[in-house]
């Protein structure tokens, strides 16, 4: 594999995700000091059976600030009251790492390659198809870009070898993947965390974000294919052009990896599970417990098909808990933020003056302030479900003032998140580039237009949401 060292120097100068929560945590204390408290009563409302605020009913109180050791214990207390959340991170990271020892999600990205590579006649086909089921896959959760970004290297040889550039190569694969993502189906990392906290059935409203999923990926196969098209009828037009990828290695062992039996009943134990949790969830009214239960299944019957013993899956599932500590810990310590504000009773503060400057915009336009302060919040807290933990607590009141459906406020929120990881340098995208040699200038000219695109697309759908009154179910 190329070395990557001074793109890796530069990723490991920019500030760790929990140095950045810390530092909100300070200025959220502080903010308990500077800005007046505040108070809403919250009311019952029988039509939703859910707690809201009565926009008429805000007042000021006298300060209480919050000390500096109440600020660390704010962080434990995040911890606890996100302790549900947490433990579905736990289950759904050991489950996927299960299923990644067992090869099978190797396998099945090999065979998608090699059924490429092989059919160059056939490759424009194949790669949509491909495209259409790596963002598909990736809009369940169950494929991230910490498990793509180590094929980059593959798509990227590949690429070239059918007579496109490295940016094709990653146009589609990590791409894909990213849209799918930022789609978010059933993703219960961004999803799942979010309708959690704004009270909303959890993977409700799914129908409106597969039609999202669907744009969303015609869109990607359209400006990926137009821009490698371009390059093989004259290569001088690669963004690319003359720089040497000869010494880009494929990692063999990996895409020699057989899709066997055992390995396709795992992908189909897989598949099985996240439709029986979409069925559960719409149909029997469960929730985040019975999502992690699926999960735990999931992780136990993939191990009896490859046969492994009972200590050889708890330990391969104890391992896997380690891969999901920094995304369960994030959402923790990113609730804690949401404790000081409480405490400080400076959160009604905060939304009485965020509802006073969104009332005077139309409902339109209050939807795209939304949509570029979350935007804007993913380059600081780049984790999903991070990133809702800190957000959706003072997003989902503020749609509730302003009469915008909550769901709104969740699907602001994953295109927010999602899409900018595509954009911003805080992102997994930096470390692809440095895999595969791509510039980050020239990635960022190639990448710009497409997200601009996006982004008007994104607030086509928030606009058709709010025609339709697009709601929790």
């Not at 990557?4 to 500030?15: A, D, H, M, N």
């Not at 295109?415 to 980050?440: E, Q, R, Y």
């Amino acid at each position: 594999m190329l070395s990557v060292e001074p793109e890796q120097k530069k990723i490991k100068e920019l500030p760790h995700i929990f140095v950045i929560l810390f530092c909100v945590i300070v200025v959220a204390t502080i903010a308990t000091y500077i800005i007046p408290a505040g108070q809403y009563q919250r009311v019952m409302d029988e039509s939703i059976k859910r707690m809201v605020i009565d926009p008429s009913s805000f007042k000021y109180i006298p300060s209480t600030p919050v000390g500096i050791f109440d600020m660390f214990v704010a962080i434990e207390l995040g911890l606890i009251d996100a302790a549900s959340i947490t433990f579905l991170i736990f289950a759904a990271f050991s489950c996927l790492f299960l299923l990644e020892k067992t090869g099978a999600i190797d396998a099945s990205i090999a065979l998608m390659v090699n059924k490429t590579g092989k059919n160059p006649k056939f490759a424009t086909i194949i790669i949509v198809l491909l495209m259409i089921t790596l963002s598909i896959w990736g809009s369940t959760g169950t494929l991230s870009y910490e498990e793509i970004m180590a094929f980059s290297p593959i798509f990227v040889a590949l690429s070239i070898a059918l007579g496109y550039d490295a940016l094709v190569g990653i146009g589609i694969s990590v791409v894909p993947v990213g849209i799918g993502f930022a789609s978010a189906t059933v993703n219960p990392f961004t999803i799942g965390v979010a309708q959690s906290i704004a009270e909303l059935p959890m993977f409700s409203g799914l129908a409106y974000r597969c039609v999202i999923l669907a744009v969303m990926t015609l869109f990607t196969i359209i400006y990926v294919l137009y821009y490698a098209n371009k390059v093989k009828k004259n290569p001088e037009k690669s963004l690319v052009y003359g720089i040497d990828y000869s010494d880009l290695a494929v990692d063999k062992a990996r895409m020699s990896t057989p899709f066997t039996t055992q390995r396709k009943l795992s992908i189909l134990t897989l598949l099985v599970g996240v439709f029986v949790m979409g069925y559960g969830l719409i149909f029997l009214k469960w929730y985040i417990n019975q999502v992690a239960a699926i999960f735990f299944i999931i992780s136990v019957v993939v191990g009896i098909i490859n046969k492994w013993n009972a200590n050889r899956i708890a330990n391969t599932l104890c391992e896997g808990l380690s891969k999901g500590v920094l995304a369960a810990m994030i959402v923790g310590v990113a609730r804690g933020v949401l404790v000081i504000v409480t405490q400080g009773n400076i959160l009604d503060t905060i939304i009485h003056a965020s509802v006073s400057l969104l009332e005077r915009l139309s409902l339109y336009a209050s939807a795209i302030g939304m949509l570029v302060f979350q935007t804007l919040l993913n380059f600081l807290i780049p984790s999903g479900s991070g990133q809702a933990a800190v957000s959706m607590p003072i997003m989902a009141p503020i749609a509730d003032l302003i009469h915008l459906n909550r769901q709104i406020a969740v699907l602001i929120f994953q295109f927010g998140d999602g899409f900018s990881n595509l954009l911003w340098p805080t992102s997994f995208m930096v470390i692809v580039c440095a895999m595969v040699k791509i510039p980050l200038t020239k990635y960022y000219r190639w990448i710009t237009p497409f997200f601009i695109i996006c982004f008007l697309i994104q607030v086509a759908f928030i606009f058709g949401a709010i025609a339709i009154n697009y709601g929790p179910f």
